[in-house]
């Protein structure tokens, strides 16, 4: 039994983990059939079929269609109370997956090399156990969200009212999580993953030959002072308390060993947790490019996009997840909450709206070949999570649902 300072009462932890268990063999089935049929953002028709096709054989209420091809399941507790959402994204990568198992992906340059396909079946198996013990208060909205990867799913989800009617309360959602090992979890209140920005940058100089310079404006040597200049804003912009990333992850220019190019583009990318940042690396990367360009008598054309805000956890119900998967998660490493990444999520913009908590669950497991990173060809997971992501959920609902 546990109880939480959320809530007095105590769980009869020893029924749900009999249950889940049970259920195991159906989890990994499961997921091993969304495995083979991966499918990218906004075109997740098959894997709304099959989501549709198992809540309409346990008899749980949906609604499909949202924002495309999103999907919102309703199940209702014997009593009055709170509602809960929880989100699991749906969509997969443009990746051609390496990995030779049976339940290898179906579609030609198509993987679930990120581990949505286990947040699908989490989700689900989350939604058969509530549907077969409805003795908690209130309400769970299970959100099956599309295009994560991009161009983010989230906002439109929002933006159709996923969050209303009934109005969610709070929301959880989790990462399984090949960067910690099976039998731990990364949790913490406050910033967990970054802010996401994005920007596309034309240096325009002079063309000509490169035997004769001074004819021209070497639109390479303007664009390498500006990738050299744009490292200086977290070197001496940036508090050092603070983290922040400007990286220029492409570069391109040039025809010919001995022509002076007329134009470079570069794209990059910007990652930060802290919110009062939202403004400022945009305005300071058009001050540092205008800058150097104005001294070359070079031009730019700058393209910004703020793509993702940060994740920020409610620290009320961080506590609540945390306090639940160390009952969860028996191993000695256990908790991680020094699990904070650069990488971005657009569960943000949930957790703009609603208190919530986002962690990462471990799946990897190196004595099984099975710790490659995300977005790997050969990406998978120790599908012994996909039970530990279900139990979290279930005692989730049973202990915010009171």
Known sequence: MVATSLSPYPVDTSRIRAAIQALQPELVEWRRQ????????????LTATFIAQKLDEWGIKHQTGIAQTGIVAIIQGD?????????????????????????????????????????????????YYLSQHRDFAGTVKIIFQPAEEGPGGAKPMIEAGVLKNPDVDAIIGLHLWNNLPLGTIGVRSGALMAA?????????????????????????????????????????NVDPTESAVVTVGKLNAGTAHNVIAAT????????????????FFKQRIEQVVGGICQSHGAS???????????????????????????????????????????????????????PGCYFFLGSANADRDLAYPHHHPRFNFDETALGMGVEIFVRCVEQYCR
Do not use: W
């Open 300 to 354: 730019y054309e700058l393209e910004y996009y703020s793509l993702y805000p940060p994740v920020i956890n409610d620290e009320r119900i961080a506590s609540l997840v945390r306090s639940i998967a160390e009952t969860v998660i028996e191993s000695p490493l256990g908790i991680v909450p020094e699990c904070q990444t650069m990488g971005g999520e657009d569960m943000s913009f949930f957790l703009q709206e609603v």
């Open 79 to 127: 009593r009055s109370g709170s509602v809960l959402g929880i989100r699991a994204d749906m969509d997969a990568l443009p990746i051609q997956e390496e990995n030779d198992v049976p339940y290898k992906s179906q579609h030609d340059g198509v993987m679930h090399a990120c581990g949505h396909d286990g947040h699908v079946t989490i989700a689900l198996g989350t939604a």
């Open 264 to 279: 470079a583009k570069m794209s990059g990318t910007v990652r930060y947790f802290n919110p009062q940042f939202d403004g």
């Open 34 to 45: 969304l495995h083979q049929k991966p499918e990218l953002g906004f075109r997740e028709q």
């Open 196 to 236: 996401v920005e994005l920007f596309n940058c034309t240096i325009i100089g002079k063309g000509g030959h490169g035997a004769i310079p001074q004819q021209t404006i070497d639109s390479i040597v303007v664009a390498s002072q500006v990738v050299t200049a744009l490292q200086t804003i977290v070197a001496r």
